[in-house]
């Protein structure tokens, strides 16, 4: 078996080698040249849809607007195709700011469905308008000239269509191992954990699904030059199903599943018109009846594409070092101990007639640990998420530090220094509890996607991840460091969230029951952090069912039963309160 790096090595010198490897067989370059322009488009699925999960049949669509645009500026213009190329991204780039503004207002199979329809539209304005050839299309596009080279053939061509397609695959895989790219990992399941750390996720969406656009319109100028000739069949819909299966099959979450699915699809679709017909003694579509039963026959066996079953041939990841130990990032200013911190005013919250939070009113201060307390079904979840803006409150007030928070989305809370965790772990399982305890410290960096693209950023990530150490050290877990977050017990991955939150540097600690899951020693090791948080200046807002690690623990306490505040005091006045002891403690001394 052989490493990934070596696995990459081998792939790019093929790539370098093929077209003297398949000098005598010019069909294969011609081939490879096809599988190259189909990458570009099935990365952007791979991000879009693999990663991000928003599904789309349209990208064939942008691929057909860059074609069409270079033909005519080329044709029409007399326009130098890199121009053309620059004019072509400006259309796509157009294109997709419209369609991302009007789809991503949908989602699911609502989402799928605008993606037809826009790409059926598009594909029906290239036939029907006459400067664009209507149905019979544009030819004599002039071929790409560089730095003295016309690419006129199949293997001159071959390195131009390449050299972008491994740039934009070398592109994706650094942004997704950036911080960005956790914060885009985060989208398709854990979109609240990602607003609860400071991710603005429709953003983030949004940008994905344009880049994803750009690199449809990158292969459709390729394309155009590269042929000769566009015309609408190449971009009706079934294409935009073909660029779908190809990130399916080849892995819609690996980046380089997109070359894996576009190299499966383009071969086989060849080999199956030519052999089919042979077999059966007489001409027919036999290869797609053949086609939709082999995918249907892969997808049963690999469900999640073919590139995860291409790593596990490779030799196992072997434990990352740790990352180097640099400087502690800044941290935002501390209140003044015992200065009024969070004030809940007359808040409420409903759920059709099922009333969740009534009229509850309580303050905290600066430097302590309040516990928020109560039966199951009380509203103590849906009081913090009303706190972090996951729900908006039916009326009432919340200010944060003087300033109303019950308007502002979670992110905008983050930013104000709220850090949470969750009642129910949150989150990814597939990804390193170094990269889920980072994934916190997302507002505390700068760089963008560009610069991840680039890799501009790796002191900006180092420093990140060794923020992301030092909190997980703090927590008891530095020997997972790299150890899949899913695999960790229950406990260990409460911990974990904890971590995430500490990362985050915040003033207001949410905690839902952060000791459910724990053992007696692991609950004490909890408690010794916490105390030691509040000692640093740090105000902790507990949720926790069980008593005695509360009772330990707390400055104070907030009692709901039915939504409602029921009591408010010290551990002791709780404890002795006759309404508690009847509603919840239920008379245990």
């Known amino acids: 078996m052989i490493g990934a790096r070596a696995a990459l090595a081998l792939f790019l010198a093929f790539i370098a080698a093929a077209p003297l490897l398949l000098a005598q067989h010019p069909f294969y370059i011609t ?76 989602s699911g199979h609502y989402l799928a469905l605008a993606t037809i329809a826009w790409g059926i539209s598009l594909f029906y304005v290239f036939g029907n308008l006459t400067i664009l050839g209507q149905f019979t299309g ?132 060849e080999w199956l018109k030519d052999l089919l017909p042979r077999l059966f003694q007489q001409t027919g579509n036999y290869e797609i009846v053949a086609f939709g039963l082999l995918m249907m026959l892969l997808l049963h066996r690999a469900p999640e594409g073919l590139m995860p079953v291409f790593a596990r041939l490779l030799r196992a990841r072997t434990r990352g070092s740790r990352p180097p130990v640099l400087p502690a990032l800044a941290r935002r200013a501390r209140p003044h101990p015992g200065e009024l911190l969070l004030e809940v005013r007359s808040a409420g919250k409903r759920f059709g007639g099922l009333v969740a939070v009534r009229d509850l009113s309580f303050e905290m201060n600066s430097g302590e640990i309040l516990g928020l307390i109560g039966p199951n079904g009380a509203g103590k979840s849906t009081m913090f998420n009303l706190i972090t803006g996951v729900l908006r409150s039916d009326g009432g007030e919340i200010l944060f530090r003087g300033e109303r928070i019950d308007r502002l989305r979670p992110r905008q809370i983050a930013r104000r220094g709220i850090g949470r965790t969750f009642q129910l772990v949150n989150l990814i399982s597939t990804m390193s509890v170094l990269e889920n305890v980072a994934l916190g410290a997302h507002l505390r960096g700068r760089q963008g996607t560009l610069a991840a693209m680039l890799r501009r950023e790796r002191k900006e990530e180092a420093q990140l991840l060794s923020e992301a150490a030092r909190e997980i050290d703090r927590v008891g877990l530095g020997e997972h460091l790299y150890e899949a977050a899913g695999s960790l017990a229950l406990g260990q991955q409460r911990i974990v969230e904890i971590a995430r939150a500490l990362c985050a540097d915040p003033v207001l600690l949410l905690l839902d029951e952060p000791a459910a899951g724990l053992r007696y020693a692991e609950k004490q090791a909890l408690a010794q952090l916490l105390r030691q948080l509040r000692a640093e200046g740090m105000s902790i807002l507990l949720v926790e069912h069980d008593m005695e690690f509360v009772m330990g623990l707390v400055d104070r306490l907030v009692v709901m039963d039915f939504g409602e505040k029921l009591a408010q005091g010290l551990p002791r006045e709780i404890q002795a309160d006759p309404a508690v002891l009847e509603a919840y403690l239920g008379g245990i001394e």
């Open 31 to 106: 081939l490879m040249n096809y599988i190259a322009l189909a990458t570009l488009v099935s990365l952007g699925l791979v991000l879009l849809t693999g990663v991000v999960g928003l599904m789309s049949f349209g990208q064939q669509a942008f691929t057909g607007l860059a074609a069409y645009t270079t033909a005519v500026l080329t044709t029409l213009y007399g326009a130098s195709p890199w121009i053309a190329l620059l004019a072509a991204l400006a259309v796509t780039a157009l294109a997709g700011l419209i369609l991302g503004l009007i789809s991503l207002r949908l």
């Open 138 to 269: 544009i030819g004599n596009i002039p071929a790409v000239v560089a730095f003295g080279l016309t690419f006129d053939t199949a293997a001159k061509s071959y390195y131009l269509n390449w050299i972008f397609t491994i740039a934009a695959l070398l592109a994706a895989r650094n942004l997704l191992d950036s911080r960005s790219g956790r914060a885009i990992r985060a989208l398709r399941f854990r979109s609240v954990m990602a607003e609860s750390v400071g991710v603005d996720t429709g953003a983030l969406k949004f940008l994905v699904f344009f880049y994803a656009a750009l690199l449809a319109g990158l292969s459709g100028w390729l394309y155009a030059h590269y042929l000769g000739f566009v015309s609408p069949q190449a971009f009706d819909v079934n294409a935009g199903i073909d660029y779908l299966f190809m990130a399916v099959i080849g892995g819609a979450s690996h980046v380089w599943g997109a070359v894996v699915g576009a190299a499966l699809l383009t071969v086989l679709n």
